[in-house]
T-cell receptor
Framework: DQQVKQNSPSLSVQEGRISILNCDYT??????FLWYKKYPAEGPTFLIS?????DKNEDGRFTVFLNKSAKHLSLHIVPSQPGDSAVYFC?????????????FGIGTKLQVIP | GAVVSQHPSWVICKSGTSVKIECRSL??????MFWYRQFPKQSLMLMAT?????????EQGVEKDKFLINHASLTLSTLTVTSAHPEDSSFYIC??????????FGQGTRLTVV
């Protein structure tokens, strides 16, 4: 059962335009959501997060939106840059026995075209 | 930011041998580390939670006798794949957290069993 779903395996965007990466989840107990960025042959790096009590969090060019009623979150990158080309993982966490158990989506490969 | 170092980054071993993967937190103490596994075109799957000074907590379906985890100090956790077989070939990655949920990942280890 895939609790965190990223239905778009890939996305291509022109440099300077907006990139929108989407993520859906099924577990209403998730209380924290995160986005990670991964380059080939490297581990994921934390990008931005949002608590379930908020609906928007912004950090520079990156904004995450959360729609709890729809169990949907999205990551907006604007303007997109070629260096943003990477795989983006959506993740959601829930307190599980004293620690936050994180579940990852399958990832979306973003290609920003110069 | 915090750094997690994982070694080796890739390893090829013969079927039936054991392989040890190290995960170190370089500039912080990590009482808890996490080990993930990623198959091609799939998401990161949590294998186990490594707790310093105590036994690891394994996810359902993960063989604890096959994937030995030792968290001997606050900066080092090791994963040993015992009697490796070709089906164990995968990308293994560790992470450690500071604070609530922000996780820092190692570079990952590409294991190929021939």
């Amino acid at each position: 059962d895939q609790q965190v779903k990223q239905n778009s395996p890939s996305l291509s965007v022109q440099e300077g335009r907006i990139s929108i990466l989407n993520c859906d989840y099924t577990n209403s107990m998730f209380d924290y959501f995160l986005w990670y960025k991964k380059y080939p042959a490297e581990g994921p790096t934390f990008l931005i997060s949002i608590s379930s009590i908020k609906d928007k969090n912004e950090d520079g060019r990156f904004t995450v939106f959360l729609n709890k009623s729809a169990k949907h979150l999205s990551l907006h990158i604007v303007p997109s840059q070629p260096g943003d080309s990477a795989v983006y993982f959506c993740a959601a966490s829930v307190n599980f026995g004293g620690y936050q158990k994180v579940t990852f989506g399958i990832g979306t490969k973003l290609q920003v075209i110069p | 930011g915090a750094v997690v170092s994982q070694h080796p980054s890739w390893v090829i071993c013969k079927s039936g041998t054991s392989v040890k993967i190290e995960c170190r937190s370089l500039d912080f103490q990590a009482t808890t580390m996490f080990w993930y596994r990623q198959f091609p075109k799939q998401s990161l799957m949590l294998m186990a939670t490594s707790n310093e000074g105590s036994k690891a907590t394994y996810e359902q379906g993960v063989e604890k006798d096959k994937f030995l985890i030792n968290h001997a100090s606050l900066t080092l956790s090791t994963l040993t794949v015992t009697s490796a077989h070709p089906e164990d070939s995968s990308f293994y990655i560790c992470s450690a957290r500071i604070g609530f949920t922000e996780a820092f990942f190692g570079q990952g280890t590409r294991l190929t069993v021939v």
